[in-house]
């Protein structure tokens, strides 16, 4: 079974940083690719960045330069290091599985003043 479990989300001042983080529930985790999206109220999920299993990343253009998404084979887990952030990063962030569909429950990250 597939389970992603999101954590460290929260508030923070513009300008700051912060890292998420994403449980992947089992060993298959190693051979998938990995990709963090995002939300805002009454708009669709949106790509923000991409790891293949290899590691090789793929970023959004508003993020490029600010974000950096990286991974953990032998703990399993997804990281997304959030630095320079802006009011237009806030949102509810979604670590999710490209193969199969699987998403996680989401974080919120506000960033705010």
């Known amino acids: 079974q597939v389970q992603l479990v999101e954590s460290g989300g929260g508030l923070v001042q513009p300008g700051g940083s912060l890292t998420l983080s994403c449980a992947a529930s089992?060993?298959?985790?190693?051979?998938?690719?990995m990709a963090w999206f995002r939300q805002t109220p009454g708009q669709r999920r949106k790509f923000v960045a991409h790891?293949?299993?290899?590691?090789?990343?793929e970023y959004v253009d508003s993020v490029k330069g600010r974000f950096i998404i990286s991974r953990d084979n032998a703990q399993n887990m997804l990281f997304l290091q959030m630095n320079s952030l802006k009011s237009d990063d806030t949102a509810v962030y979604y670590c999710?599985?490209?193969?199969?569909?699987?998403w996680g429950q989401g974080t919120q990250v506000t960033v705010s003043s």
């Open positions: 999710h599985r490209v193969i199969g569909d699987y």
């Open positions: 790891i293949t299993s290899g590691g090789i990343t």
């Open positions: 089992g060993t298959w985790f190693r051979d998938y690719a």
